[in-house]
C-alpha cells in the first residue's frame, strides 16, 4: 500500500453539537490546525443550538468544510439515531477520510460504526 502524504490525507471529525463547551471548541481548533497544515478536513455535527460563534464563519475562515447532521441529536432517539448513522455513512463514501475523529457519546460510537461500515 502506498505510503500518503499528509497534503493527501483527508481527516472527518464527528462531534453531536458545536454548542458552548470544550468539546466543540477543542474540535473545531483541531480542525482549524489541521486544514492550516495541509489536511483536507470535513467537520461533521448535528445541529447545534447555541453556538459560542458562527461555525460556519469559522470553517469557512480557517478552510475545512463543516456539514450538519440533523438528525444527529444528544438524547436517545433509535429512529433519528439510524437515519444519522446512514447519513454518517454516506458522507463517509462520498468524503473517503483516511483518519476519523471522534467526540462525544453519540458521535463517537455512530462515527466509528459508520467507519467501519466504509
Known amino acids: 500500500m502506498p505510503r500518503l502524504t499528509k497534503d493527501s490525507k483527508r481527516v472527518a471529525l464527528v462531534i453531536t453539537r458545536l ?3 470544550g468539546s466543540a ?9 489541521l486544514s492550516q497544515n495541509g489536511y483536507t478536513v470535513l467537520l461533521i455535527s448535528g445541529k447545534t ?8 464563519q469559522y470553517a469557512h475562515d480557517n478552510n475545512f468544510s463543516l456539514q450538519y447532521v440533523n438528525s444527529l441529536i444528544r438524547s436517545l432517539h433509535p429512529i433519528r ?8 455513512v454516506n458522507i463517509f463514501r462520498k ?24
Not at 81 to 88: K, S, Y
Not at 95 to 118: E, M, Q, V, Y
Open 19 to 21: 454548542d458552548r463547551g
Open 25 to 33: 471548541e477543542l474540535t473545531m481548533q483541531l480542525a482549524a490546525g
Open 49 to 56: 443550538v447555541e453556538p459560542f460563534w458562527d461555525p460556519v
Open 81 to 88: 439515531d439510524i437515519v444519522a448513522l446512514i447519513q454518517i
Open 95 to 118: 468524503f473517503r477520510p483516511d483518519i476519523l475523529h471522534t467526540n462525544s457519546s453519540k458521535a463517537g460510537l455512530l462515527g466509528r460504526l459508520a467507519g467501519h461500515l466504509c
